[in-house]
């Protein structure tokens, strides 16, 4: 805390939490006391967000001159003034909890034990405080956006309680006029992008702040205050009406509405899930605590023996993100986390990442922080699935994605840690790739249309000549949309006819035209292409072209995969992985170069042809 000195802070038992106590002071002077955790008065939790200016004031603690940010300064000025009319407490904020003030940041095992014990810290608060910052009046558009975004969402679902009550609809200019919303030029819009370049809805840590509150949190900003649920139903409003990725939106709207989802769920979510969930949208200062800012919400938590590791400030993020890849694999049989592997060199995750960590292997899940938004980087094709009844939110596959037949992961025990050893199948080799010109620069100048026609153009030469084309452009449409067609509410039936749709407008204009060589093919897709929707199929596409390849087997199949597959990448179906893998060999071992979605392995075909003895179980040694 500033130029705060050890010294300043007596040990803490365990158990024990220090609390500010706002009422026997004023101004930036606080009394701090130390209470154990079952036996706190009622108090609340800040959440802010650190942070790292050099401009900082002194404050008084018990007595003694710290140094804190302006912005925390400000922040427990606030909270002397700020008043609730909800709790008969004396109607205002006497006791908060401050973690920069309240944890000794100078000592790395108090820091590791008060973390191991933050989910309990914000749980039994009142309720969370988020402060966003004292110049709420250059915001306030933003606010009454928020709620004019909130009415259309109540109006339309008044009953709804989780975000599957909200109806999928894909994004249409001609349902944004009748919405009544305000035209995409109009200054609520530029005030709500300026809301959300505010730091703190990028912090690992809110996650967890507001998630776990007792009550819905309170966002301050400035003199204005806002009840976090109506911010959340706004945001999974705009999800699911197709809004969030739109460029005028923005991007972090996509946090709110995923913890908002964490906070709504009746099940705790297993750590796998969370860490896929939020790798991407948050950030964080320190690396590791992109880890242990979701400990405390860990389904995993709630029972000690089955953590997959404690808080730890003296060890380093290759050391903990490798044992976080051991424990879900080993305790987990699934190899669904490798959705997040660190990959090769020449994958585009690599230049997106902000952190690179020369010694983490290519199969460990890398978590650090991205320098780009979410909606540039590649979607996962992992899946999240959420119980009916009891259990927890986990990390799988897709009912469809089952190129391994359920078999469980089969590891071998290996000295090394960052070798992971295991088998499965060589099943094909990559003799083609292609992906979108320009990447996703060349996505927003030119659109979806344009993007997946570039590989359209590159494909034709690969597909095999005099092949019907019923037989060519189912595949074609199952890869590029990686057969997710349940995500936007289509059947696989109404998916191959909007696909369709959209071959037959881009490949029978006049600039393409020469792509097909013969008035029946032009036919036979206008007949197949009836009743189907070409901005539903290239909405889809784009989402799972970008930021991958596009394949071609040495055995003629079709598939999307990493940037940084190339010719000669091996394709395997590992054990205990429901889609097929792509590694590169080097030496004795293998490269994880990522997954991929291959038509024709997604349902089993490998393990069934090993059955028959066409394949042969291999060793493996990722490094």
């Not at 507001?210 to 900003?221: K, T």
């Not at 297993?270 to 690396?287: E, G, N, Y």
């Not at 992109?290 to 023996?305: F, P």
Request: with cysteine; hydrophobic share 40%.
């Amino acid at each position: 805390m500033g130029d705060a000195s050890s010294h300043a802070y007596s040990t803490l038992q365990a158990n024990s939490i220090r609390l500010i106590n706002l009422g026997l002071t004023e101004g930036l002077s606080i009394t701090l006391q130390t209470i154990n955790i079952k036996e706190t008065p009622p108090y609340f939790a800040l959440s802010y967000a650190w942070d790292a200016q050099s401009n900082t004031v002194p404050i008084e603690v018990n007595g003694q001159i710290f140094s804190i940010s302006l912005d925390l300064a400000e922040a427990i000025l606030r909270l002397r003034t700020f008043r609730v009319d909800d709790f008969g407490l004396n109607n205002r904020v006497e006791w908060v909890w401050i973690d920069k003030i309240c944890i000794n940041q100078e000592d790395f095992a108090e820091r590791s034990n008060q973390v191991q014990i933050m989910n309990l810290i914000y749980a039994r608060a009142i309720r969370t405080l988020i402060w966003l910052g004292a110049d709420g009046d250059a915001c306030s558009g933003a606010w009454q956006l928020v709620d004019q975004i909130y009415g259309i969402f109540r109006t339309e679902n008044p009953d709804a309680k989780f975000i599957a009550d909200i109806p999928f609809r894909i994004y249409s200019d001609q349902y944004h006029e009748s919405s009544m919303l305000p035209k995409w030029d109009h200054k609520l819009w530029w005030d709500l992008r300026r809301l959300f370049k505010l730091p703190w809805f990028t912090r690992t840590w809110i996650i967890q702040e507001v998630a776990l509150s007792q009550e819905d949190p309170i966002l301050l900003h400035g003199q204005h205050r806002y009840p976090w649920s109506r911010l959340g139903w706004a945001s999974s409003w705009l999800r699911r009406n197709g809004y969030l990725r739109l460029a005028q939106i923005p991007n972090r709207l996509q946090n709110v509405d995923t913890i908002s989802n964490i906070r709504r769920s009746r099940a705790p979510w297993r750590l796998d899930a969370l860490l896929v969930t939020t790798s991407i949208k948050f950030h964080a200062t320190d690396q590791r605590d992109k880890l242990y800012g979701l400990l405390g919400l860990a389904a995993e938590s709630q029972n000690s023996t089955r953590m997959p590791l404690l808080p730890n400030y003296e060890l380093g993020v290759t050391e903990i993100y490798t044992k976080l890849a051991h424990f879900f694999i080993q305790e987990y049989k699934s190899l669904s986390v490798l959705t997040r592997a660190n990959g090769v060199s020449n994958d585009t995750s690599w230049n997106q990442r902000k952190h690179r960590f020369d010694l983490l292997p290519s199969w460990v899940p890398n978590w650090c922080d991205y320098s780009v938004l979410e909606r540039e980087v590649a979607r996962f094709l992992s899946w999240l699935s959420h119980p009916n009844t009891t259990g927890a939110v986990t990390l799988g596959f897709p009912e469809h994605y089952n190129a391994s037949c359920r078999l469980p992961v089969r590891l071998i025990v290996c000295p090394n840690p960052s070798i992971l050893k295991l088998s499965g199948l060589r099943v094909d080799r990559i003799v083609g790739t292609t992906q979108f010109e320009g990447g996703t620069e060349y996505l927003k100048e030119c659109g979806r249309g344009f993007a997946c026609l570039q590989l359209w153009k590159v494909a034709v030469p690969f597909l095999l000549e005099g092949k019907p084309i019923a037989d060519w452009v189912g595949p074609w449409i199952k890869t590029t949309t990686a057969e997710q067609h349940l995500l936007c509410g289509r059947t696989a039936e109404q998916m191959f006819k909007d696909g369709v749709a959209y071959l037959y407008n881009v490949l029978s204009s006049g600039a393409c035209h020469h792509l097909i060589n013969s008035r029946e093919t032009t036919e036979l897709l206008h007949e197949l292409s009836m009743g189907g929707d070409a901005e539903a199929y290239a909405a889809l596409a784009s989402n799972f072209c970008l930021g991958r390849k596009f394949i071609i087997t040495l055995e003629g199949r079709l598939g999307i995969g990493p940037t940084g597959a190339q010719p000669g990448d091996l394709i395997f179906v590992l054990f205990g992985g429901g889609v097929p893998y792509i590694l590169r060999k080097q030496g004795t071992g293998f490269l994880f170069v990522g997954e991929s979605y291959i038509h024709g392995l997604m349902g089993g075909e490998a393990v069934q042809s090993w059955h028959r003895g066409e394949l042969v179980e291999d060793l493996i040694e990722l490094r």
